[in-house]
């Protein structure tokens, strides 16, 4: 029942969004030949649009005296410097496709590590962003529809619940609580919603999950009933961090999601490879 719920709710609200999760699941099942020749087809694809179309990268690209049929596998990008926030902030219209008319949304940063970042992205590939969001979810256990509770900043609990947004994590099943300017009235509501609610996942800001956890052990309190998973976002997670909240909810945060903003996905699913170091899924 959750499940076409949650199915129903993005139809109503972005169908892109499911089939874009169908293909990654699907692509999965055809081996890393695949998806590495895949990637590469969608990275040479994406690079054409931006030295054709983005002032900011058809300048770079002359002054450093490449086309974009140089870009052909992910090891090509290290023939391109780092863009950073500082550059984007200084120069904003240079990265605006020039004669376009793709459909687009606007977003921001969480501004966790400074100020937030506002940038915008074409709907396909927000889509594919949530799409991937949803996937690393699957693999910790996750289902689409189950409960899942949200402790985080405005880049993922809006300051004012508008009908649309009350109604949308209805049929998602998502309980979003507010970190800014979190005090102890506030984790105790939490508390008592969440326990009201007994969501499967816990999502949110390191510091926030990490706040709610040290509230429970300082005040000796405990929920009623067992995480599968928790899942960490926007922030470092710092050791002393994951320790505590492991502690007290007994359970793995089983990734901490590397993810800035929507299109910008890397999960770890297993703790630790064969070469002692975390694995990135290759979708």
Not at 65 to 71: E, P, T, V
Not at 230 to 246: H, K
Not at 258 to 264: A, I, R
Request: include cysteine.
């Amino acid at each position: 029942m959750n499940r076409l719920k949650f199915k129903m709710g993005y139809m109503l609200k972005r169908p892109e969004v499911l089939r874009a999760y169908q293909e990654i699941k699907s692509n999965e099942s055809k081996g890393m030949d695949f998806l590495q020749e895949f990637q590469n087809r969608q990275l040479q694809k994406m690079v054409k649009f931006a030295v054709e179309n983005v002032p900011y990268y058809t300048e770079l690209f002359s002054h450093l005296h490449l086309n974009w049929q140089d870009i052909k596998t992910v090891k090509d990008l290290e023939k391109i410097p780092i863009l950073t926030k500082d550059e984007m902030k200084r120069n904003p219209e240079s990265f605006i496709p020039k004669n376009q008319s793709i459909p687009y949304v606007d977003g921001s940063t969480g501004g966790s590590t400074g100020v937030p970042l506002k940038y915008r992205m074409s709907k396909e590939d927000y889509a594919r962003g949530v799409a991937l969001l949803l996937r690393g979810f699957g693999f910790a256990g996750y289902h689409l529809g189950d409960k899942m509770s949200i402790i985080a900043g405005s880049s993922l609990v809006s300051k004012s619940k508008s009908l649309k947004s009350r109604v949308q994590d209805y049929m998602l099943n998502f309980h979003r609580y507010l970190s800014y300017g979190m005090d102890e009235k506030d984790l105790q509501m939490y508390l008592i919603n969440i326990q009201k609610n007994k969501p499967l996942f816990l999502r949110g800001y390191a510091s926030s999950i990490y706040i709610f956890a040290k509230y429970l052990e300082e005040n000796q309190l405990s929920l009623d009933h067992q995480i599968k998973a928790i899942f960490s976002t926007s922030e470092m997670l710092f050791p002393q961090q994951r320790r505590l909240i492991e502690k007290v909810f007994k359970t793995k945060v089983k990734w901490p999601s590397c993810e800035s903003s929507p299109g910008q996905r890397a999960f770890i699913t297993s703790t630790i490879g064969k070469h002692g170091r975390p694995q990135i899924h290759p979708s």
